[in-house]
């Protein structure tokens, strides 16, 4: 089992940064695969990014390229996801979820999610 909590969500306006973080815990999470996704209104749960445990590759959707870092700290237990030049289209809420597929991308392939964070872009 693998216990995943985000937090660091918020209201932020056009242009702006944040970050989020998600602490993990639980037995076999070291062989995980780490992922973010989000999930608007009405949408499909879209992937943000994803970065290996073991060995810290990563990538990223297309539409945050540039603007979402995805990281991670091993001593912390903890990976972040830091955004910037924020956009109203970032408003979501925000999941962190956890695969054993190296880097995967497809919302199937995570079989641990956490709870989710609500991030608003407004001015």
């Known amino acids: 089992q693998v216990q995943l909590v985000e937090s660091g969500g918020g209201l932020v306006q056009p242009g702006g940064s944040l970050r989020l973080s998600c602490a993990v815990s639980?037995?076999?999470?070291?062989?995980?695969?780490m992922g973010w996704f989000r999930q608007a209104p009405g949408k499909e749960r879209e992937f943000v990014g994803v970065?290996?445990?073991?060995?810290?590759?990563?990538k990223h959707g297309d539409s945050v390229k540039g603007r979402f870092t995805i990281s991670r700290d091993i001593a912390k237990n903890t990976v972040y996801l830091q955004m910037t030049s924020l956009k109203p289209e970032d408003t979501a809420v925000y999941y962190c979820?956890?695969?054993?597929?190296?880097?995967?991308?497809?919302?199937?392939?995570?079989?641990?999610w956490g709870q989710g964070t609500q991030v608003t872009v407004s001015s």
């Open positions: 639980g037995r076999t999470f070291s062989s995980c695969s």
């Open positions: 970065i290996s445990w073991l060995d810290s590759s990563m």
């Open positions: 979820a956890c695969t054993k597929i190296y880097l995967a991308t497809q919302r199937s392939n995570y079989d641990y």
